[in-house]
């Protein structure tokens, strides 16, 4: 309920509006309490709370506008007043006003400090040298980005969690990077000596240079004032054009330590279980406060559980708390699983065996760099755990670790990796085991919302109980969760592609590859239930059809199955005119193609316009003007670009290092390999990709259904990627891959996803419905897992031998033509109802109401249609 500003009858003001402050304004919403007060929220930075656990993205063509973690008119509902960039400088306890940097007094009668933490910068000499930077906010990312850009080398000083994404920015960027850590390993508080020390080979073997047990004594610099280096402890130097300090935090305490607020010996505001400072009208949350189990905590996890005990904490002044009151907040799980370089890493509850009586269960395999380690108690309970390499088994582990319930089974099968001879197999997790620790969500949470609440879908479960949208870490499990409670309610979780076929879209691929059957009615027959068909089914198999090589599109019972686009081989527009777009591979484009086009275009007085996949779109065209387009195309060399159909679009590229002073590779001749290889690949979508010749990501190659980054040791593949309404960056699937590895990871990639992907079903929504994600994709394509490599290289390399462009093969048959007119008993009448505008110099579809123009003939000299057009 929203409450009009002149009833709130009191003042909570909030200091910082980062993660933990975005998620204590959420928790606050929900309480009843939250009516009868005014919020005041005063941000230092110019936007409102974003993602700082994804930082490292911004790296990788993510924008600041895709962290963005405050939803659009979320502050407007509940009545926030947010003030960026006016952070507060004092606090009066006494008066209870909180005053900002423009000097504005805020009144308060409740305070809540979520002022984070600072980067901790050695206080060495010329640290302030152009070209030192920290790691912390979005602003620092774009500094670090434009040095980065005229630096060859970078050093970061730091080997822990943001120091190691720091360092693969670096490296992703083409500069050689150098990670110095004081402690003897990577990782030191999450990862034990044998977790580091594979860790470190395996970072190493990707071209990043490891210092540890060494520690910065002082930045060099130049005659110029910037850096040139650092010098070391141990007295070595390391020559540097950029020096990023990621050594950890401190928290944020100054405001607190001004007013005269106690604080920890080691910073953080002090505050009780309910995150309650001294004073009751001041409480603090997150990084800034140090918890009363005297811990300050730097993940996200324990900040979010913090902002919601200060919620109920605020509530109860009121009498109106919403939820349980619980125990407060007296510690919390800091269990951490990521990707750092590629290398996956995870570490949960004692990691290093502190309890008395804890004994350690390995398993290393330094050839393949997988190491996993458990801490069993002197009880047989699941105390912690390290994993580098291979974390497969962290959802499950990291639950049974925070139970500290004794296992059911051998520790020794649990550490084994999954398929190795005596591993467990899945182990069932009590309803109390916390699935979602961002948001202490339990498992029987998730079971009651599925069956209790009618979620039937990971969505659903997500938006009801919060779960899985922090760190999604718990999203592989969770899903699992949700499957096996919709299953044991009776509930199929495979559906049907439609009345006529109880068979999913991947079966009745399945069905048609094996059988060899050629025919819609066929199909229907023998494995459906008869009848004629649907609007959903019949596209849909005519796709099927196309992807294993069943002739032309429009040949005999194949064309009726078409929907509107591929029924002429062109886009349908909003006036009924049609558009066309002949294939530009790469991009790349001769002038006397370029003359070609725009004499069509000319010609034909269509309109022009130049598209996101680097191509030249044509609109404006009658169906009977088509085949006449085409033939001329064809006849300079071009062919269908197939942007009417569920296939490859486009390669796009950027010039690579051909002309660019920053490539490391020659993008554009890759790109114009792979779309004249992929090119009329039918599949479940449309598919897009890209290839940039560096770092600096002009192609946009992570929104692509696949895209490749050059580096300079080869190529990164990125897949499951896409833009339009529901953008999603790509994963990273292989790195560093020679051109031959590269090429056939893509085909194995694309006719898996093929061969086992829904209707209308995107890369990217398919990569995250698929079972075991990515992980389980990279062991099929690059691995064999499933031993159908021979398989799907045997089907790209059929359908790159049966190729032939639809255009041309069309304008070869004169029965294919026939279609081609807009009315059967008038070849060549234009169409009533397309109407055309003048507009800029080109045409536009007339509105309704507006007096537009027809044409007068299918085939028309230069500029004569424009001038039918003018009035």
Known sequence: MTTRPHDRIRDLVLVGHGMVGQRFLEAW?????????????LAEEPRPAYDRVHLSSLFSGSTAE???LCPAGFLAEHGIDLRLDDPATAVDRDRRLVRTRSGTEVRYDALVLATGSVPFVPPVPGTDAPGCHVYRTIEDVDAIRADAETAGTGVVVGGGLLGLE????LRAGGLDTHVVEFAPRLMAVQVDDGGGATLRRKIEDLGVTVHTSAGASGVLTGPDGRVRGLALSDGRELAADLVVFSAGVRARDQLARDCGLPVGRRGGVVVDAHCRTEDPAVLAIGECAQAADGRVYGLVAPGYQMAETAAR??????????????????????STKLKLLGVDVASFGDPHGTADGALDVLYSDSR??????????????LLGGVLVGDTEGYGTLRPLAVGGKPLTVAPEQLVLPAGFAGAAGPVALPDDAVLCSCHNVTQGAVRAAVRDQGCDSVAAVKKCTRAGTGCGSCLKQLGTVVTEELEAAGVSTVKGLCEHFAHTRAELYEIVRVTGLTSFTELLTRHGSGGEGCEVCKPTVA??????GNGHILDGEQGALQDSNDHFLANLQRNGSYSVVPRVPGGEITPEGLITIGEIARDHGLYTKITGGQRIDMFGATVDQLPVIWSKLVKAGFESGHAYGKSLRTVK???GETWCRFGVQDSTTLAIELELRYRGLRSPHKLKAAVSGCARECAEAQSKDFGIIATSAGWNLYVGGNGGMTPRHADLLAADLDRETL???????LMFYIRTADRLERTSVWLERLEGGLDHLRAVVLDDSLGIAAELDDMMARHIGGYRDEWAETLADPERLRRFASFVNAPGAPDPAVTFVPERGQIRPARPGEAGRTLDSPVLVAGARLEVLTP
Do not use: M
């Open 743 to 749: 090429i056939r990871t893509i085909d194995r990639y």
């Open 29 to 41: 919403a929900e309480q009843p309490a939250a009516r009868a007060w005014r919020v005041t929220v």
């Open 543 to 548: 796709s099927i059809l196309a992807s294993l």
């Open 653 to 655: 590229s950027c010039v």
């Open 66 to 68: 895709d962290l963005t």
């Open 166 to 169: 720091a360092a693969g920015a």
């Open 313 to 334: 904490t605020l509530a109860e002044l009121d009498g109106e708390r919403s939820g349980p009151a619980g125990e407060g907040f007296t510690g919390a799980d800091t």
């Open 368 to 381: 393949s760099g997988v190491y996993r380690k458990l801490v069993i108690g002197a009880d047989g309970a």
